[in-house]
């Protein structure tokens, strides 16, 4: 491959670790790019600090702050619950807008530091309902992307069609399964590896976490 450089969307979280470590197995330069966008709680940022650290990878954090101001939900503030959407309601959680613009600014970043490759976790497999973790959103926006800056970029999604489970097995052959265990955070809560248990991440975390376990014959 001629150019071997990845950026990788990275919030620190059990997929986009994932990802990065599945990138450090696939591009011969990796960076990580993590959005600050007054999520609730700052553990998130630090977490992913804390782990770019670890692995000695490049770590830029961008601003997002305007993505708060535009749309408040239930990841930056503290006085909109956490739930999942019903009667195809979207949940709570779900930020309008916001891979398109972390894609949109990756992009403009993996320009800069002259990278064809990006990285993100985005999944349609345990679909939440988020639109922009679409498989048809993504395919659709490396094309727009490349045609906004004239460049061959392309997106890649690892754990697209991945359930829980599956992804927990990724995380195992690239030899990170532990790490990926204790060093991440999921949770709603900021409580770091195994989470507080009770919140709708905790539930899918723990649920994909069991599953392979079962697999892998240790309960
Ligand atoms: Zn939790």
């Given at each position: 491959m001629e150019n071997v450089k990845a950026v990788v969307v990275f919030s620190g979280g059990q997929d986009s670790t994932t990802c990065l470590f599945w990138a450090l197995e696939n591009f011969a330069e990796v960076e990580a790019v993590t959005f600050d966008?007054?999520?609730?709680?700052i553990t998130e940022i630090e977490c992913a600090k804390n782990i770019t650290r670890e692995l000695g990878i490049r770590h830029h954090i961008l601003d997002m702050a305007l993505l708060n101001q535009l749309a408040p939900n239930a990841l930056t503030r503290d006085n909109i619950e956490v739930k999942d959407g019903e009667d195809g309601e979207l949940p709570s959680t779900f930020v309008p807008g916001r891979n398109l613009l972390f894609l949109s600014f990756a992009g403009v970043l993996a320009r800069g530091i002259g990278a064809k490759h990006i990285v993100t976790g985005v999944c349609?497999?345990?679909?939440?309902?988020?639109?922009?973790?679409r498989d048809v959103f993504i395919k659709s926006l490396n094309v727009t992307l490349n045609l906004s800056m004239d460049e061959p970029f392309v997106i890649h999604t690892p754990?697209?069609?991945?359930?829980k489970a599956e992804t927990w097995k990724l995380a195992d052959e690239l030899g990170a399964f532990s790490f990926v265990r204790e060093k991440t955070l999921t949770c709603y809560n900021g409580i770091?590896?195994?989470?507080?248990?009770?919140c709708p991440a905790c539930m899918l975390r723990q649920k994909g976490l069991q599953d392979y376990l079962k697999v892998r014959g240790e309960c």
């Open positions: 966008y007054n999520q609730r709680h349609e497999t345990d679909f939440s309902g988020y639109p922009d973790c754990l697209m069609w991945l359930n770091i590896s195994d989470g507080c248990g009770e």
